[in-house]
């Protein structure tokens, strides 16, 4: 593969619209390798930036009264590759 795929279950998305009932959670955001690359130099991690377009989630002060830390899992290995703070 050519980039990273970020994605959340089904479980994890019917959670996130039972809290925000007018979120839009995403199935999957595709990023580029070089894409991530020229990201992170202007603006900074990536996963700042993901989670909330991931959940569909306009106000990220809602989410810290729901959740405290996000996980970033390879699949496939079940290895955490990032961990983010909500609040």
């Known amino acids: 593969m050519d980039g990273?795929?970020?994605s959340i279950s089904p479980s994890i998305r019917k959670l996130i619209r039972?809290?925000?009932?007018d979120s839009h959670p995403a199935n999957n955001i595709f990023v580029a390798y070089d894409t991530k690359s020229d990201f992170e130099g202007y603006y900074g991690k990536?996963?700042?930036?993901?989670?909330?377009?991931?959940?569909?989630?306009?106000?990220k002060s809602d989410l810290n009264k729901k959740v405290d830390e996000i996980?970033?899992?390879d699949t496939q290995t079940g290895k955490?590759?990032?961990t983010q703070k909500v609040n």
């Open 46 to 59: 990536l996963e700042n930036y993901i989670y909330p377009a991931l959940l569909g989630i306009d106000n």
């Open 4 to 6: 990273y795929n970020f």
């Open 80 to 82: 955490v590759l990032h």
């Open 71 to 73: 996980l970033f899992v």
């Open 18 to 21: 039972g809290w925000f009932p």
